[in-house]
């Protein structure tokens, strides 16, 4: 396990009081696997092993878990990554039991680990999500006051999670810049997004889409696909997700040109 322990937060909300804490033991690790079967309902094939949790906290990355009392409602994993010179981490797993999700645990999660990547010199985080699934979409880029700018088709192959349905992995790589203002202003509570640009890009997306994953799968994959298409183009001429707009029947994704 890694020698550094960083501190428990607790954080009481309505019904149910979480604690976030870093895994320090085995045990812990191994209800981080069993986590992974509740959520995404995984085969084992598709299990990330507690060894590999080990690999990540003894190599700069970590694994956290999230509590009710004593009992594990979720977790997170991360994995020490560099690039251009500068570290970050690369946020690969965050997990929240289906009857906690809507409560602020992966919120909890996501801070605890903004708050231990500054404290550790880390400036930045970076994970993948499916654009199809709009409530993602607003807490990555609206809550947490990230950006998008980078398109992976099939990112993961196929899974066996009933969650992903029988479509390509197709992923948008969130980048997580801890100190900038957009991400100060999000998790304040103010916006993430600005959308007073007048070359802004517009991005629609069914309402309705993730639902269709499973129920309808050849009408989602007609939508991933002219997402696919949309978003690259638009990636490739310098433009970045920097908001994100729900409704109804339709949600909308911003793009806005964007320099580092």
């Not at 149910?16 to 986590?35: F, G, K, M, N």
């Not at 992974?36 to 878990?65: E, M």
């Not at 009933?162 to 998790?187: F, K, M, Q």
């Amino acid at each position: 396990m890694s020698s550094v322990m960083s501190p428990v937060v607790n954080v009481a909300m309505s019904a149910i009081d979480v604690t976030i804490r870093p895994c320090a033991s085995h045990r812990d690790l191994q209800t981080c696997v069993e986590l992974q079967r509740r959520v995404w309902n995984f085969s084992d094939a598709d299990i990330v092993p507690a060894a590999l949790f080990v690999v990540a906290q003894h190599t700069g990355g970590h694994a956290y878990c999230a509590c009710d009392g004593g009992r594990a409602i979720g977790f997170a994993l991360a994995f020490a990554a560099w690039r251009g010179g500068s570290r970050y981490w690369h946020s690969h797993m965050v997990g929240v039991l289906p009857e906690y999700q809507n409560h602020g645990v992966g919120r909890l999660l996501k801070l605890y680990q903004r708050d231990e990547a500054l404290r550790s010199g880390i400036d930045a985080i970076e994970w993948t999500f499916d654009p199809l699934e709009s409530r993602n979409a607003y807490f990555n880029i609206m809550r947490l006051g990230a950006i998008a700018r980078h398109y992976l088709p099939d990112c993961y192959g196929a899974t066996t999670s009933p969650l992903h349905g029988s479509l390509p992995t197709d992923r948008l790589l969130i980048e997580w810049p801890l100190r900038a203002r957009r991400v100060e202003s999000a998790i304040s509570g103010r916006s993430g997004g600005s959308y007073s640009f007048e070359n802004a890009q517009h991005i629609a997306v069914p309402s309705a889409v993730g639902e269709w994953k499973t129920g309808d799968p050849e009408r989602a994959r007609q939508v991933q696909s002219g997402l696919r298409r949309k978003f690259t183009d638009l990636f490739s001429r310098g433009y970045a997700v920097t908001g994100f707009r729900r409704g109804d029947e339709n949600c909308e994704y911003v793009l806005e040109p964007y320099e580092d």
